[in-house]
């Protein structure tokens, strides 16, 4: 197992999240909404932030187990948490938010459950780590830190609120 | 691994009703949204296979399963080769031949869901059956209390009325048992046999026992063959939530939940339903919510 990213440096990536959607909203509202698991705890990072720069922010989070493309293949569903999205989409700048992008697939489900709450007027994508190997033609605009991955490698985030501590790391099976 | 089939209430573990209580929860914020639906079982086949009359079931199970963006279909047994001798069992390899992933059963016999799902690789849901289950109606009854007492352990509930001829009696108390919710009967000798649980036959005694929800069963006319009380005047005097009741379960705080549909002027008054405490229509609505969790939480064996 190898550390690919030091507390610091995740500190830093969410940094550089901060400073580009705050260049890109150019003192419009943004509407954060991070996706379960950890998706969330980057996007609660990321408002803090936002916050403390006088942003016009709001936070939300959600959970796309219900939108998933793979139930056929898993022996029981994944446990459902609620979203919680408390303010109108429509017409609003929503930036999903998640931790990791790797195939794409989570994204393309979370975009069906976010068009589920309403049309938004436009969707950015921000993650702290860009993996690389896309399976779906999805890209972030915001890249935390990009990883040189293989396609065999796992990558594990673990994120002070949900996990206690704080570290990315890579794993070749 | 999941369970294949929800067919009674006595079989799952605590830790299996409070995992389907919990992921009820998401499915009923779905409500407050303009889309209502979530693609969760898109292509999945549900098969309603109701054999003895019921609309609010059907269409709560109906409406379940189309918000998690399946295909329902409602098999008319009425009307169907059923009337013409066809038996369960051929029925049965019928719907297995159209390839339903989810079979939704009543039938007035106890037992034949489970037998059913004995049959068939498709996810059995027992929607009623007998005097046995009405597991789902036990689900959402455990779901509604939890939300106005989080906590439910050493809650009372006081279920009154025909428990003889009751499945819902026997699920309800069954779950509210196992989340460490004291259960009590209540009614006329005759319609309340002696059980493990508590037993009233006079309300007032019952009320005095201090329950925190009183639960309603439906008088059922149409299953009994025996004249088990002399009127519906008198069981309304008897055993019903008369205007009198009704002000004093409002002074001690006692919320009336009822499985419906409710025989006004019998199990209770008109005043019952615009009560403040009156959880029916929550009921309603946590129905669909209860039966989209037990619908995601199964695994049909199929390929």
């Known amino acids: 197992m190898n550390i690919a990213l030091s507390p610091s440096d995740i500190s830093m990536a969410i940094q550089r999240l901060a400073e580009e959607i705050l260049q890109a909203a150019d003192g419009g509202e943004i509407e954060l909404v991070g996706i379960r698991r950890r998706g969330d705890e980057v996007a609660e990072r990321v408002y803090e932030l936002l916050k403390e720069r006088g942003a016009q922010v709001r936070l939300g989070v959600l959970d796309i187990s219900l939108y998933r493309d793979d139930y056929e293949h898993l022996s029981s569903n994944p446990t459902l948490q609620s979203s919680e999205i408390h303010f109108p989409v429509d017409g609003a700048y929503v930036v999903l938010v998640d931790d990791v992008i790797f195939t794409g697939r989570t994204i393309r489900s979370a975009l069906d459950a976010l068009f589920d709450y309403g049309r938004p007027a436009k969707v950015d994508l921000a993650v702290l780590i860009d993996r690389g190997h896309r399976e779906i033609p999805v890209e972030p605009r915001f890249v935390g830190q990009v990883l040189n991955t293989r396609r065999e490698e796992r990558v594990v985030v673990h994120l002070e609120k949900t996990d206690g501590k704080e570290s990315v790391s890579l794993i070749t099976q | ?303």
């Open chain 2, 1 to 303: 691994m999941a369970r294949k089939d929800f067919l009674d209430i006595v079989s799952l573990e605590r830790s299996e009703i409070i995992q389907l209580l919990d992921q009820a929860e998401p499915f009923k914020d779905l409500f407050t949204r303009s889309v209502k639906k979530v693609p969760a079982l898109k292509g999945k086949t549900v098969l309603m296979l109701f054999y003895e009359a019921s609309t609010r079931t059907l269409s709560s199970f109906e409406v379940a399963a189309k918000r998690l963006s399946a295909d329902v279909t409602i098999f008319d047994v009425p009307h169907s080769s059923v009337t013409k001798g066809e038996s369960v069992r051929d029925t049965i390899d019928t719907l297995q031949a159209m390839r339903a992933d989810y079979i939704v059963v009543r039938h007035r016999l106890s037992g034949q869901p489970a037998a059913i799902a004995r049959q068939t690789n498709a996810s059995v849901i027992n929607a009623g059956d007998g005097a046995h289950a009405h597991p789902t109606q036990a689900l959402l009854d455990a779901f509604t209390l939890r939300e106005v007492y989080p906590e439910m352990e050493g809650r009372k509930v006081l279920i009154m009325g025909d428990v003889l001829h009751s499945r819902v009696a026997r699920s309800t108390s069954t779950i509210l048992t196992k989340l460490g919710v004291e259960v009590a009967f209540c009614g006329p000798g005759s319609l309340v046999p002696q059980t493990r649980f508590r037993r009233f036959t006079n309300y007032d005694e019952a009320l005095r026992w201090g329950p925190d929800a009183v639960y309603l069963l439906r008088v059922q006319k149409e299953r009994q063959e025996a004249s088990f009380y002399p009127s519906d005047r008198e069981y309304h005097a008897v055993f019903g939530i008369t205007e009198e009741r009704l002000k004093r379960l409002s002074d001690e705080g006692v919320y009336v939940m009822h499985p419906g549909p409710v025989n006004r002027g019998v199990e209770l008054c008109d005043g019952v339903l615009d009560y403040e405490r009156c959880l029916i229509s929550q009921q309603v609505e946590n129905g669909i919510a209860a039966r989209m969790s037990v619908l995601y939480g199964l695994k049909p064996q199929l390929s």
